[in-house]
């Protein structure tokens, strides 16, 4: 089994920052690829950014510029930096990990708790 386990979340006025991390621990042989999800009231959950393996990241459009993803391959650990924040962003924000705990398994999703990010106007 795979845990993760989210922090960084909080209250912040529009134009300010915050930084999330989550942090995969468990059974892992191999992660794949990390990212962040956000949910907000009354929508759907949708992606807000990706990272790959070898580095490679993809952005929601309403994130490009103000967001970065990053992570460390050494500690399993995901990374988002939201700077700009607008009242738009707020969602509960979701870490999502691919990973398996054998070379001989299939890769399986890990979704983190969640964690709360209210940006007020």
């Known amino acids: 089994q795979v845990q993760l386990v989210e922090s960084g979340g909080g209250l912040v006025q529009a134009g300010g920052s915050l930084r999330l991390s989550c942090a995969a621990s468990?059974?892992?042989?191999?992660?794949?690829?990390m990212g962040w999800y956000r949910q907000a009231p009354g929508k759907q959950r949708e992606l807000v950014a990706s990272?790959?393996?070898?580095?490679?990241?993809n952005y929601a459009d309403s994130v490009k510029g103000r967001f970065t993803i990053s992570r460390d391959n050494a500690k399993n650990t995901v990374y988002l930096q939201m700077n700009s924040l607008e009242p738009e962003d707020t969602a509960v924000y979701y870490c999502?990990?691919?990973?398996?705990?054998?070379?001989?398994?299939?890769?399986?999703?890990?979704w983190g708790q969640g964690t709360q990010v209210t940006v007020s106007s």
């Open positions: 990272i790959t393996s070898g580095g490679s990241t």
């Open positions: 468990g059974s892992i042989f191999r992660v794949n690829a």
């Open positions: 999502h990990v691919e990973a398996r705990s054998a070379a001989w398994l299939r890769w399986n999703d890990y």
